[in-house]
């Protein structure tokens, strides 16, 4: 531990006060965020815009007793207190730091580039903590002072550092490198951002590649040309991926979906959770991390499967006119921008996409040339309908696509803009946070019922990557969307499945499956439950029918007059509900074998009791009978169908039956499907409403329908906008149910009408307009299942679907 005597040889600068020695245990500079106690260091930065000096006597009073100042102060005014005056605040943090540093001789891993640092980082931190005690920067603390705070973190316990580094004009880096002292390097890519510092590409790479004058190694894409003519000269050990051959981890795109890595003579497939190029870049760098490090390609492969997304955040709403709107209000940057620019290029539900963008402040390059940058990125991602917002873009309307609007302010836009022009399109409608452009949101938002379900995109994606980590690395995974994607929105939610590359959907019924196809899902799709009147669209939209009977199978034959078709065989090993017998193997293989026009994709059965730790030997049974009857079909139409039988609490509980693939249902939307219980699942949807009416209600009065409330004292009603025709049950009624409003539950009261609902909020301070919530957060959807005597599987699909979906993406 450094103690606060020790900081002038440390620091430099003068001691201005010392009340009592102590020992420093916490760095601060956020006079919002300084943790109280003897321990806590807070240096006064004096900025353009604040100044930590202005902070002092606040903090003093809270408890801080130890500063760093660049300023005389009234040393009177804190009299238990320890003050040094430097000439740089700044300069102190890094030194202290560095000397920090210093006492740990573990690898570090230093990363840099213009873009992906963060999420390399944070996935490096993921894909290695279950071998390594790591420290990491927090969020994206890669500044002159995040850095600092940064190391400050390393302790002896840790086994590994990982710090990114971002700098924005020379001479930064140098500081930064003393101060992580990384042994590996990693140079993620290079790009625009902060052009302005510097007179060309070179000497920003030049500057950036000072973090790594002291590493054993640096790790890089050897495909990023200017990267590489800058590092191969370097008298430095180079370890290099990329698509080209003279590189030490060749990757190539394979037929299945994958990705063929070769190193040393050994060749692996690695198969990614997502499709998109930066995501695919920012991984492989990762790979290449371990690699070097000496992981197998099964450890990495591993890793790569407990991926979780980096968060941001991110609405996908409906629109007017047919409309959905992405809602970027948050902020508006070039890198942000590029962002969500690419998650608006992996929406498929509308093929005509719109971006509405502000000014971009405080970029720190000249107006012409982030107007350019801009104009570019929109052609990258193929943006031919744009608005611009500000007089930026009024200034430099020559450089964006014919048709284009350009607007001054967001109060123009709203009053001139023809709202009538939108029409089954996505639009992105991102902007600073001046310009307000949640106005704009406001104005093109679809408002047709005061009820929303809120589904949490991000979430999803979380619980798809905790199914994910426990699969073997070539088990494949289908996903079911059946019910509207258990009431959270199936084109939605496919279209997140698909761009994060699972292997097959699940329906109900054909028209499931033809809705999913006009929203432009072009993954396969298996339909369990086809009727004879669905076969012409089964083919038309490259549907895959559920075969469970003869008479089903007969009937298809039938109707496909010997045209192919690709079918799912349902085997009933002891569920009792659909599919073949054992004894009717022998008939069956003798169809399949007269006609070879009918592929068998996959064969399946169901498990009864997965979910239930007293019933894995009859599991086991029933997989030890599907083995042998699938086994037996397969070989006697000489095909090889994939083999599955796991259930989402199957792929928890019996991992030993993965088979080729597994069935992911209602364990995607963060319901526990186990009756032990599992931790780690995110729940998904919150459906929430709001009040419409409060009253005051005298003891004695009835209350609804059938006057079945009863008001046994004096009372606070409120009239929520949620009924049985939402699929708020009626058995919610009377009490049995509670609602969420600030916090507090309130019973309900009466009996649930077709739309509306009367709820007791006596003693809470309730609002008309205030939120309440139905079912999430801390309102379990377990917990309101159980107290109606049912399962969460039907309070989720009992949703109806007029109620609007928000789709929040966090970190997709």
């Known amino acids: 531990m450094i103690f606060f005597s020790e900081l002038p040889a440390l620091l430099g600068g003068s001691i201005l006060q010392v009340s009592q020695d102590a020992g420093i245990t916490l760095l601060t500079l956020d006079s919002r965020k300084a943790i109280p106690g003897k321990g806590t260091l807070f240096f006064a930065i004096r900025g353009d815009r604040h100044d930590g000096h202005a902070y002092l006597a606040e903090l003093y009073q809270r408890g801080i007793r130890q500063f760093v100042v660049e300023q005389p102060v009234v040393v009177q005014a804190f009299p238990e207190a320890n003050i040094i005056q430097v000439p740089s605040a700044v300069d102190s943090l890094q030194r202290l730091a560095a000397h920090h540093r210093a006492k740990f001789s573990v690898p570090v891993i230093g990363i840099t ?67 992580i002292r990384p042994t590996i390097g990693v140079f993620s890519t290079i790009g625009p951002a902060h052009d302005e510092g510097f007179a060309s590409m070179t000497d920003k790479i030049q500057e950036k590649l000072l973090l790594f004058k002291d590493v054993s190694v640096i790790v890089y894409c050897k495909d990023h040309e200017a990267i590489h003519t800058a590092i191969a000269p370097l008298n430095k050990t180079l370890f ?70 980096v968060p941001m955040r991110l609405e996908l709403k409906e629109g007017i006119n047919h409309c959905q709107l992405i809602d970027d209000t948050y902020n508006n940057d070039l890198g942000g921008l590029e962002i969500s620019l690419q998650f608006l290029a992996h929406q498929h539900q509308r093929t005509r996409k719109r971006v509405i963008l502000s000014d971009i402040l405080e970029s720190g390059l000249a107006e012409a040339t982030l107007a350019e940058q801009v104009s570019d990125l929109l052609a990258k991602h193929q943006i031919r309908q744009f608005i611009g917002v500000g007089p930026m873009f009024q200034a430099y309307q020559q450089l964006f696509p014919p048709g284009s609007l350009f607007y001054t302010s967001t109060g123009e836009f709203l ?7 939108l029409y089954e399109e996505i639009i992105l409608v991102k902007g600073a946070r001046p310009f307000q452009f949640e106005r704009i949101v406001n104005q093109l938002q679809r408002k047709v019922h005061g009820t929303v379900m809120e589904v949490d995109l991000g979430a999803l994606v979380h619980n798809l990557n905790f199914f994910r980590a426990r699969l073997q690395p070539m088990t494949k995974i289908m996903v079911m969307v059946k019910a509207f994607a258990y009431g959270s ?37 298996m339909v369990m ?22 008479r089903i199978l007969a009937a298809l034959l039938k109707f496909l007059n010997n045209k192919p078709c690709r079918i799912h065989l349902k085997l009933d ?55 042998t009857w699938a086994t037996t079909v397969a070989d ?31 364990g995607l939307y963060g319901i526990d499907p186990t009756a032990e219980g599992t931790q780690g699942l995110r729940p998904v949807a919150t459906l929430k409403t709001i009040i419409s009416q409060l009253k005051h209600i005298r003891a004695g009065e009835s209350i609804g329908y059938g006057r079945r409330g009863r008001a046994t004292a004096d009372m606070t009603l409120a009239t929520i906008a949620i009924g049985y025709a ?87």
């Not at 022998?586 to 994709?601: G, S």
């Not at 609490?649 to 993965?658: K, M, S, T």
């Not at 205030?770 to 379990?780: M, Y």
């Open 573 to 627: 090993t002891g569920m009792r509900r659909l599919g073949f017998e054992g004894s009717e193997l022998d008939e069956l293989i003798a169809i399949l074998r007269a006609n070879p026009q009918l592929t068998v994709a996959t064969i399946f059965s169901h498990l009864a009791g997965a979910d239930e730790h007293e019933h894995d030997d009859f599991s086991h049974a029933q997989a030890g009978k599907f083995k």
């Open 113 to 179: 580039g213009s873009n992906g640092k963060t999420i390399i980082k944070e996935w490096l931190f993921q894909m290695l903590s279950k071998y390594l005690s790591i420290v990491k920067n927090p969020g994206s603390y890669n500044s002159q002072v995040g850095v600092p705070l940064s190391v400050w973190q390393m302790q002896a316990h840790h086994q590994l550092g990982i710090f990114e580094a971002g700098i924005s004009r020379p001479g930064e880096m140098e500081k930064l490198a003393g101060i």
């Open 726 to 812: 939402d699929g708020f049950s009626r058995a919610f009624s009377r009490g049995v149910g509670k609602v969420l409003i600030r916090g507090q539950r309130a019973p309900v009261i009466g009996n649930v009408c077709m739309d509306m609902t009367m709820v007791d909020v006596t003693g809470i301070d309730a609002r008309e307009g205030d939120e309440v919530i139905l079912f999430g957060g801390e309102l379990s959807i377990q917990d309101v299942a159980k107290s109606i005597n049912t399962i969460p599987y039907e309070i989720l699909t009992n949703t109806r679907e007029r109620i609007k979906r928000i789709f929040v993406a966090e970190g997709i």
């Open 240 to 309: 290099t991926w990329g698509r080209s051959a003279d590189v030490d981890i060749l990757v190539v795109p394979s037929e299945q979906g994958g990705y063929a890595v070769s190193y040393r003579g050994q060749i692996g497939e690695l198969r990614l959770p997502f499709a998109d190029h930066a995501s695919v870049e920012n991984c492989f760098h990762c790979v290449a991390v371990m690699v070097w490090m000496g992981y197998s390609l099964h450890q990495v492969q591993e890793a790569i499967n407990s991926l979780r997304v």
């Open 489 to 525: 929105g199936s084109n939605e939610v496919a279209n997140m499945l698909q761009y994060h590359k699972v292997d097959y959907l699940g329906v109900a019924y054909a028209d499931e499956g033809v809705e999913l196809r006009r929203n432009n899902i072009t993954l396969p799709i």
């Open 415 to 421: 009053e001139r803009f023809d709202t009538t022009t």
């Open 529 to 550: 439950n086809p009727s004879d009147e669905s076969f012409a669209t089964l083919l038309a939209y490259n549907l895959e029918p559920e075969i469970y009977s003869f």
């Open 636 to 666: 006697a139409i000489g095909q090889k169908p994939v083999l599955h039988i796991l259930n989402s609490p199957g792929i928890l509980r019996l991992p030993e039956l993965q088979l080729d693939m597994v069935r992911l249902g209602i």
